[in-house]
């Protein structure tokens, strides 16, 4: 049996955010055995992906209480977690320095070996949401559900409030970031070395990129886009990161029992085979810049833990799509209320 601190993902998660975040990782969630090779001079592309997904999975534990109270329960008990997915929004517009919508994510998630196996219509959105599913470990190396929001979809008031908020958006990616990019859809691996050093650069890519909105642009965005207003406070944050349960419902049903705030019913796919709910998005405070120009803070809808439970869709091969229908029903957790 291989030794967790002598694989290279360990390694790796140690150089870059320590030894005591590294051992709770590998303390919550569950990794496949073909993610844990002897430490060696180079980080394959899934191995980078895996250690991207770890850092994102543990953001959203950082800044949803019912998360992290979740994840309490887990360790407790000596329950592994199965990280599923997780989704984030973006805006289709011209976003200053950062790239346009999905553009900004596909730039990170192709050469890490993601590759976009399902394109989702979030009509009643007026959004698009699209499923990266990594091509060397699908089942196993959690999927990113990234969604587009359409700005021409909207009132020309609305459209001109979206180009305050993000119009100046900036580019955490650095230019030596890019070059690695580069050299790892080339050769599906990177020196040790230069993974340690693009790692945090990637983690800061899920971040809020633009400065704290105008409050007049906020209304007028969340008077036609709930989904816009939480793009204009959270950004590019990981909107909901996901456990893959064996039954949603009965998880459910214990996490309405503790009394923690669970959507009322389940999502049921058009197939039957996948079954979603989570907790309510957290209350968080956030600043917005008043008419008079000073900053003031209101609370707003931040993220949120979801729950998913996949049948198979042929014999030892889980269905790992999505479906519209689900996906704008969780959407509905980060409504304000």
């Known amino acids: ?15 870059v955010v320590g030894t005591v975040r590294t051992v709770r990782l590998f303390e919550v969630l569950a990794i496949h055995p073909s993610l844990l090779r002897p430490r060696a001079e180079t980080v394959t592309r899934s191995e980078l992906a895996q250690a991207l997904c770890m850092l994102l999975f543990e953001d959203v534990v950082r800044r ?21 997915h997780g989704a984030l929004r973006t805006v289709a517009a011209d976003n200053g320095s950062l790239p346009r919508g999905e553009i900004a994510f596909r730039r990170i998630l192709e050469p890490l070996g993601f590759e976009c196996r399902g394109v989702y ?5 007026g959004m698009t949401g699209r499923a990266y599913t990594h091509q060397d470990l699908p089942e196993n190396i959690a999927q990113f559900f990234v969604s587009e929001l359409h700005p021409e979809r909207f009132s020309a008031g609305f459209q001109a409030a979206v180009a305050r908020v993000v119009g100046n958006s900036r580019d955490p990616l650095p230019l030596a970031a890019k070059a690695m990019l580069a050299a790892v859809a080339k050769n599906k691996s990177l020196p040790f070395e230069d993974a340690a050093l693009l790692l945090p650069n990637l983690v800061g890519c899920f971040e809020r990129q633009h400065q704290e909105p105008r409050l007049a642009d906020y209304k007028a965005l969340l008077a036609e886009s709930k989904e816009m207003a939480w793009i204009a406070t959270e950004g590019n944050a990981f909107n909901h990161a996901t456990d893959r349960v064996a039954d949603v419902a009965a998880v459910a049903e214990q996490q309405k029992k503790l009394g923690r705030p669970m959507k009322e019913d389940v999502e049921v796919s058009k197939s039957g085979r996948v079954r979603q709910t989570a907790f309510r998005a957290a209350d968080v405070a956030r600043l917005f ?12 809808p931040g993220s949120f833990h979801e729950f998913i439970t996949r049948a ?26």
């Open 289 to 300: 810049v008043a008419d008079d120009g000073t900053l003031v803070a209101e609370t707003v």
């Open 64 to 84: 949803v209480p019912m998360a992290a109270a979740y994840v309490g329960d887990a360790l407790r008990s000596a329950h592994k977690l199965v990280f599923d």
């Open 1 to 15: 049996m291989q030794i967790l601190h002598e694989t290279t993902l360990w390694t790796l998660l140690d150089r």
């Open 121 to 125: 219509p979030l009509e009643r959105l």
């Open 312 to 337: 198979e869709e042929a014999p030892g091969r889980l269905d790992l799509r999505f479906d519209s229908g689900n996906a704008t029903g969780i959407f509905q957790m980060t409504a304000k209320a």
